[in-house]
């Protein structure tokens, strides 16, 4: 009996220290993931500081660049209107690059702006109810001078049966404005086309659609990310911020949709966003 005593107290102690060592273990354990919590926290400070520069980095930039360029434009629209006297042909010529120059910089600074705007949460979302018929008749007059001066047609495909829409036409139609301009890019003949059509769930699909260069499908998954340009021939002599597709994602998802893309190298694209027909802030975001 005295011998059963002897082996369960040492049993017991045993055990004890066992348990000791346990909570020893358990107590650095739990120093470690107080550190590693702490560093954590660290870090996402100082990631959120770096976002923060960056966006307002960004946004002072854009704001700043907007003078000059609003400057230059004046400068060239009074010399070209021959408002200071006669040009030559070839300072006309000079003069019309100096423009386009200014735009596409100044589209540059508008995306710029728009991507710190939007990181920085300052982006606002104002729905209106609005007919797809005028929606289409506003992009295809703001098209209409560069359609003019190139061998691709500009094809809006009339809505059939779609009711008015309750969005943010603003952010509607600068998504559908960044798809044509980049249809229009990369297609050097035949044709770019514009449709809606209702999907299930009072959605509605926007999709526009190329016979240009295509996409190679390696290059697809990286599209909507910032500062991303399709590697080709034709893009070494365009200019570009890298953002147009980037933020069309970005406004998609504000209005609670999402977009995306089907392309075929030398067949052709098609870019869609999908939002509901009506814009509601209790909706889940894709």
Same mark, same amino acid.
């Given at each position: 009996?005295?011998?059963?005593?002897?082996?369960?107290?040492?049993?017991?102690?045993?055990?004890?220290?066992?348990?000791?060592?346990?909570?020893?273990?358990?107590?650095?354990?739990?120093?470690?993931?107080?550190?590693?919590?702490?560093?954590?926290?660290?870090?996402?400070?100082?990631?959120?500081?770096?976002?923060?520069?960056?966006? %307002?980095?960004?946004?002072?930039?854009?704001?700043?660049?907007?003078?000059?360029?609003?400057?230059?434009?004046?400068?060239?629209?009074?010399?070209?209107? %021959?408002?200071?006297?006669?040009?030559?042909?070839?300072?006309?010529?000079?003069?019309?690059?100096?423009?386009?120059?200014?735009?596409?910089?100044?589209?540059?600074?508008?995306?710029?702006?728009?991507?710190?705007?939007?990181?920085?949460?300052?982006?606002?979302?104002?729905?209106?109810?609005?007919?797809?018929?005028?929606?289409?008749?506003?992009? %295809?007059?703001?098209?209409?001078?560069?359609?003019?001066?190139?061998?691709?047609?500009?094809?809006?495909?009339?809505?059939?049966?779609?009711?008015?829409?309750?969005?943010?036409?603003?952010?509607?139609?600068?998504?559908?404005?960044?798809?044509?301009?980049?249809?229009?890019?990369?297609?050097?003949?035949?044709?770019?086309?514009?449709?809606?059509?209702?999907?299930?769930?009072?959605?509605?699909?926007?999709?526009?659609?190329?016979?240009?260069?295509?996409?190679?499908?390696?290059?697809?998954?990286?599209?909507?990310?910032?500062?991303?340009?399709?590697?080709?021939?034709?893009?070494?002599?365009?200019?570009?911020?890298?953002?147009?597709?980037?933020?069309?994602?970005?406004?998609?998802?504000?209005?609670?949709?999402?977009?995306?893309?089907?392309?075929?190298?030398?067949?052709?694209?098609?870019?869609?966003?999908?939002?509901?027909? %009506?814009?509601?802030?209790?909706?889940?975001?894709?």
């Amino acid at each position: 009996m005295s011998h059963a005593l002897e082996t369960l107290q040492a049993e017991i102690a045993r055990q004890r220290l066992e348990i000791r060592e346990l909570e020893s273990e358990l107590a650095e354990t739990n120093k470690g993931v107080l550190a590693l919590y702490a560093e954590l926290d660290q870090n996402a400070l100082q990631l959120r500081e770096a976002a923060d520069l960056k966006s %307002r980095f960004l946004s002072y930039m854009s704001h700043e660049f907007r003078t000059p360029l609003a400057s230059i434009t004046s400068v060239t629209d009074i010399l070209i209107a %021959r408002m200071d006297g006669p040009l030559t042909s070839e300072q006309e010529r000079q003069l019309k690059f100096v423009q386009g120059s200014v735009r596409e910089l100044s589209e540059m600074v508008d995306d710029l702006l728009d991507l710190a705007k939007v990181e920085a949460g300052r982006i606002s979302i104002s729905p209106e109810w609005f007919d797809m018929v005028d929606l289409f008749a506003a992009l %295809r007059g703001m098209f209409r001078p560069i359609v003019g001066a190139s061998a691709v047609s500009l094809i809006f495909e009339e809505p059939q049966q779609i009711p008015p829409i309750y969005t943010d036409d603003k952010k509607l139609a600068q998504i559908l404005r960044n798809f044509i301009s980049n249809a229009l890019k990369f297609t050097i003949e035949g044709e770019v086309r514009v449709s809606a059509s209702m999907s299930d769930n009072a959605m509605i699909e926007f999709a526009v659609t190329d016979t240009g260069i295509g996409i190679a499908a390696d290059q697809i998954p990286a599209l909507f990310s910032d500062f991303v340009q399709v590697d080709t021939r034709i893009q070494k002599r365009l200019r570009g911020s890298g953002l147009g597709l980037s933020l069309a994602k970005k406004f998609a998802e504000l209005l609670r949709g999402k977009v995306a893309v089907e392309s075929e190298l030398g067949r052709g694209s098609r870019f869609s966003v999908l939002i509901p027909a %009506r814009y509601s802030l209790d909706a889940e975001q894709p």
